[in-house]
């Protein structure tokens, strides 16, 4: 094999373990009817049991964020699937509410490392001929195995027998073959003589303060719509669009992902100043189709409301992300970028279990349509900030 073809191999094996640990965060996403029937949840522990999960991501992000500068890219990976195993173990063993929590905040931890390790050493690895696409395969192996987690579970789950177990043990068996890459592949981090461990620093400069704002209302707004649909869209699916199948219920999440993936792609295409804008208003004409999709029960009004609300988020998220990083200094890059992934990944938890906790009381539609109005008005905000801001510019 020459050299060059190794570095494709590598390159592209370290890619899609970036996919297959993301894959195996959201395997519980199809499952979560199956274990309210067997352990009688209500609707609010499913979004309890979801939002472990984040806490999981943002102590990750807050511990580890700059540990693979220090230790090293591989290292770190390791470490990340290590809890991915764990946490497909617990799930394999889980017999009562202490174990799905556990085995999410595990999770949470592996998501947490890999979310910023994985993408820098798969930019790090590209051949020098793949080098302009690394960014967007990294993109795309992050929200690409978020998706094909409800996906798979929801398919072996509805066709296969045993479906609490079959999804959890393809997922060791996966993530024992990807750990073999990681470790034949070549560390790319420099190493300091002696390693410094601490805490990734969360703050914004005041002058960055300007573009993270309406940055974070439209990445939290977009998040949330994320977590809507990994947490509630089963519920959703089963209690008021009566519709069980579990594979149909990947099928929606994925298909969320999926345009994410393709607006974060195809963001690129439009002029920068209008990326932000146009993923707002995106993301508002989508999660209202969404709201009208549970007032109506419409599965094809859901499933439109998932297609354009994803190509939303993913538009919004990246513009966010790109304007942030530019208006940071080099040395607060990482610091301001964590920031804005704990806001993120806060607007995954929180609201979610706002709905839990008001289609206790109000029933899930209301909940669902309430909480889709909320983050329409979210991204008007996002919006709306834009416009004042680019006024006060000129």
Not at 167 to 181: P, T
Not at 230 to 236: K, Y
Not at 258 to 271: D, N
Request: charged share 10%; hydrophobic share 60%; aromatic share 8%.
């Amino acid at each position: 094999m020459t050299t060059d073809t190794r570095n494709r191999a590598v390159f592209i094996g370290v890619a899609l373990t970036f996919a297959l640990n993301m894959m195996g965060t959201t395997l519980p996403t199809p499952l979560y009817p199956i274990y309210q029937q067997q352990m009688g949840f209500s609707e609010l522990i499913v979004t309890v049991i979801f939002a472990a999960y984040a806490v999981g991501v943002i102590g990750a992000l807050i511990v580890t964020g700059s540990w693979s500068d220090q230790l090293g890219r591989r290292p770190m990976l390791l470490a990340g699937l290590a809890f991915s195993a764990a946490s497909a173990a617990v799930f394999l063993v889980a017999d009562g509410l202490g174990m799905l929590l556990l085995g999410r905040v595990l999770s949470g931890i592996s998501a947490g490392i890999f979310t910023g390790t994985a993408t820098v050493a798969v930019v790090e690895l590209a051949p020098a001929a793949w080098a302009g696409v690394a960014t967007l395969v990294a993109t795309a192996a992050n929200m690409g195995g978020l998706g094909m987690g409800p996906l798979v579970a929801g398919v072996l789950s509805q066709y296969l027998p045993a479906p609490l177990t079959v999804c959890y043990a393809l997922d060791l068996v996966l993530v024992a073959l990807v750990a073999v890459v990681v470790w034949r592949a070549p560390e790319t981090a420099e190493l300091p003589s002696r390693a410094r461990l601490g805490l990734q620093p969360l703050s914004v400069p005041p002058d960055v303060r300007a573009a993270f704002i309406p940055a974070a209302i439209a990445g939290f707004a977009g998040f949330a719509v994320l977590g809507l649909f990994t947490a509630v869209a089963p519920a959703v699916m089963g209690k008021i669009l009566h519709l069980s199948n579990h594979a149909l219920t990947g099928l929606v999440v994925f298909l969320l992902f999926l345009a994410s993936t393709l607006g974060q792609l195809g963001q690129a295409r439009l002029a920068e100043r209008f990326r932000l804008p146009i993923g707002c208003v995106v993301l508002i004409l989508g999660i209202l189709c969404v709201a009208l999709a549970i007032a109506q029960i419409s599965l094809a009004l859901l499933v439109i409301g998932a297609l354009i609300s994803g190509v939303g988020q993913g538009v919004a998220f990246r513009a966010g992300l790109g304007a942030i990083a530019a208006a940071s200094p080099p040395t607060r890059r990482a610091e301001v970028a964590s920031t804005f992934f704990v806001v993120a990944y806060v607007a995954i938890s929180i609201p979610v279990v706002g709905i839990g906790l008001v289609a206790g009381w109000a029933g899930l539609a209301a909940a669902g349509i309430g909480f889709s109005l909320a983050v329409a008005v979210l991204a008007a905000i996002a919006l709306v900030s834009l416009v004042v801001l680019r006024r006060r510019r000129r």
